[in-house]
């Protein structure tokens, strides 16, 4: 039986529980699976003869993944774009609301544990120009995904077209393959035949990174395997530790900033780089790595892997330099206060004793719940290098953290 791989990226928690520290390296899952039989009618895609003009409004999440409204068995539903996921999956709840019938449970193996899943056969749904009948499709709990998150569309849907995204109006539409309907660099692009996954080229230093996959699940920008990142001349670059969260549980990784990368023809500068370990799914299915929505944001981008391209033009947020940690702490909401989930390696916050657990109440006098933005960031802790921020930890002490570039 055929494997397939669901590939979850970017899996924020909620609101109140969210890491709101930085948007560093969302959450990623990654799962190699073996399929159950099971009966469903073939599926059927169809497009409208509209679909060119059936532009579909989304927003970004505070881990860069595209939200979107689409019909569901006749209603209306909350989904999120994923050209990783190998098959598309609905929640538990709204399986249940919608009386799917699945067959026998099984557990996918993820990155960051494993994933209960059930297949059932797939009513109707749509969105654009586009619509789907018969077929397959997963339950999974998708709570990991985000809050109010029901549906990830997967490529056994998204690569029978098309697929025009456009960030900086913050739309994307679904077009006939072979369209080209704006100028760019463009690559090679096609399907695995195994996993069905998106992938494409590029280069790290010389050195050719090949086969990529194109991820638009992944909020983080580019990720390379440990074996490619120590043969290249970035080895020795400054690194540090970060976590994520998947639908399989929290992922700890490296991360770096490096002056140059070239992705399917464009050389892009002053990019995040995830370092992925041996367990990773990089090296599990022999790819070099992932190219996820934190790079692919800063363009308009074009994929269409029936007519074997990607293509990139610049957005308006090409080129710009990453956030980076200047303290070292990777937080959480709980309540009024701030839970430290990670504290990443090197870093001021590393040097002056900080832990898992600790618990901040305020920071030079500022509460908790006034001193983050509307996007979740906790803007101190990226702050200016050489700025001293006074703390209140809630059981009552008081620290002092001063910020610093360490990678």
């Not at 399929?35 to 059936?54: G, M, N, T």
């Not at 920008?221 to 440990?226: L, S, Y």
Request: aromatic share 6%.
């Amino acid at each position: 039986m055929a494997a397939t791989r669901l590939d979850y990226g970017a899996a924020p928690l909620n609101h109140r529980r969210r890491p709101v520290a930085m948007r560093l390296l969302p959450g990623l899952l990654l799962c190699l699976l073996t399929c159950v039989p099971l009966a469903a009618a073939e599926q059927q895609i169809r497009l409208s003869d509209d679909s060119e003009a059936r532009w579909i409004p989304f927003e970004l999440t505070e881990h860069n993944q595209i939200v979107f409204t689409m019909t569901f068995a006749g209603e209306a539903a909350t989904a999120l774009l994923d050209t990783g996921l190998s098959d598309t999956l609905v929640s538990d709840r709204l399986a249940a609301a919608t009386g799917l019938r699945s067959s026998v449970g099984e557990q996918a193996a993820a990155i960051g544990g494993d994933v209960s899943l059930r297949w059932a056969a797939s009513p109707a749904l749509g969105f654009g120009g586009l619509s789907r009948s018969g077929g397959r499709i997963g339950i999974a709990s998708l709570d990991g995904a985000g809050s109010g998150i029901d549906l990830l569309i997967g490529s056994d849907i998204l690569s029978c077209c098309a697929l025009d995204i456009d960030y900086d109006a913050r739309r994307f539409r679904i077009l006939p393959s072979g369209r080209l309907p704006f100028r760019g660099k463009s690559a090679s692009l096609h399907l695995t035949p195994s996993s069905r996954s998106y992938v494409t080229r590029g280069s790290l230093a010389g050195a050719t990174l090949s086969p990529m996959i194109v991820d638009t699940g992944d909020g983080a920008a580019i990720t390379i395997a440990r074996t490619i990142w120590d043969a290249s001349d970035y080895a020795a670059a400054p690194t540090t530790s970060t976590i994520a969260f998947g639908l399989g549980g929290a992922i700890e990784t490296d991360v770096a900033v490096i002056s140059e990368i070239e992705i399917a023809d464009v050389k892009a500068r002053q990019v995040e780089v995830r370092i992925e370990d041996a367990r990773g799914f990089s090296t599990r299915i022999g790819a070099a790595g992932r190219i996820g929505s934190g790079f692919l944001l800063g363009y308009r981008v074009l994929l269409d892997p029936r007519a074997g391209r990607i293509v990139l033009s610049p957005g308006g947020k090409a080129g710009a330099a990453p956030l980076r940690s200047t303290s070292g702490l990777l937080l959480a909401f709980q309540g009024d206060e701030l839970r430290v989930l990670h504290v990443m390696r090197h870093s001021p916050a590393a040097r002056a004793g900080w832990r898992v657990g600790d618990r901040i109440c305020a920071a030079d006098g500022i509460s908790v719940r006034d001193g983050v933005s509307a996007t979740g960031l906790v803007g101190w802790t990226v702050g200016a290098p050489g700025r001293t921020v006074h703390i209140a930890m809630c059981d009552g002490s008081e620290r002092s953290l001063t910020l610093a570039n360490f990678y």
